[in-house]
């Protein structure tokens, strides 16, 4: 029983043998024919040759028959657009990927050593040598899909190009160091992953993306997203901080970091950071604001009602300038009554209220909305100001904000 299934699997792998000659010898017809029609043909004998059976994609002879049909399909749609006739501009970058593609599978069959362990390639330098001439064309399908915001399609192509350096079908061509599209590659490649918010694809070749420096801080911005995405904490915080130290006013990067020092109450870090950037630029509202918030934030009111100054003579309409110097004020009077020496403090209490008076209405008016921060802190101000009207009107609000 044992010998006739045996025999039964021999007949059966002859059999399966005939059919993949029959096919490629079709296909090979096809080819010679060159018509686009018989080109298509011969690629889907070839693909589904490869379909049908896992074993046949260890058959070097199947990929290159299925690399020339795909070849002259490519050689066609070149003379086509060359002679200015129709043809679908994305099939013919999508063959450029597609030929990449058949050649790097049929490459790591093609290699493999003998039965004397012998490595001899047989279409690599030919293949190689062809598709080098095509190269560009892949930088190009990119951009092209880039224009039409097709993010993903233009990943692709990026990838083969950048990818095609570490392929042993490329050996000595040494792409990294000869070719000058490979950095902008890599930043496109970069952007692309960005747009698809996609961490593993951001991050793949930002090493190399980051050596654009014409993109450079933009290429940092990516990078601190797929960071952000993947929760790394920690490679956020170096990259934010790498950002800040080369471009301090990119609006990118200063904002988020002080926000992560502010988050863990790290003032001092964050009055650091403004230190730095104010040296850099001494009218900077962002800047200002921030050293305002971590003055208020670390208890330095004197400091804090100083560089809010500062901040509304440059900018008079930014809402949180006026907030800052109210609220400073109002928590110094706060810390006035903690002493519990109504008598003793009656007169500063008065005028740190009338001082934080003004402020607080003008940041009523810049920001009507924030009911909820103005309303509490101008009732404490009426109440100790014996303002009855106004502390009506303000009591009002409060009343319909609480209901």
Known sequence: MRRIITVCCCLLAVLMCDAQKKEISQARTYIKNGKDKDLSSAEKLMTDLLAKDSANRQNPRIYATWYDAALLQYESANEKLYLKQKYDTVQ?????????????????????????????????????????????????????????????DAYSFFDTYLDADSQPLFTGYDYLKRDSLMVQAAYWATFCGYKLQQPDSTLRYHHLALRDTAKREFTLQYVCEACRQQQNDSALVATLQQG????????????????????????????????????INPRNQLFLLAQSVAQLNAGNYEDCLQTSEQLIAVNDTMPEAYFNVATAHLNQALALEKENEPRKNRLKLIKLYQDARPYMEAYRKLAPDQ?????????RVYLNLNMGKQFDEIDKVLKKLNN
Request: avoid cysteine.
């Open 92 to 152: 013919f970058f999508s063959l450029i990927r597609k030929l990449y593609q058949i050649a790097e599978s049929l490459d790591s069959l093609d290699a493999r050593p003998d039965k004397k362990g012998r490595v001899r390639p047989e279409y690599r330098e030919d293949h190689a040598s062809q598709l080098n001439l095509l190269r560009r064309n892949l930088y190009y399908g990119g951009t092209f899909q880039v224009r039409k915001a097709q993010y993903a």
């Open 244 to 279: 800040y130290e080369e471009y301090p006013e990119h609006p990118y990067f200063f904002p988020r970091l002080a926000d992560h020092y502010t988050s863990l109450g790290l003032y001092d870090r964050v009055l650091e950071l403004t230190a730095r950037g104010l040296k």
């Open 371 to 379: 009911k909820r921060r103005w309303a509490p802190a101008l009732y």
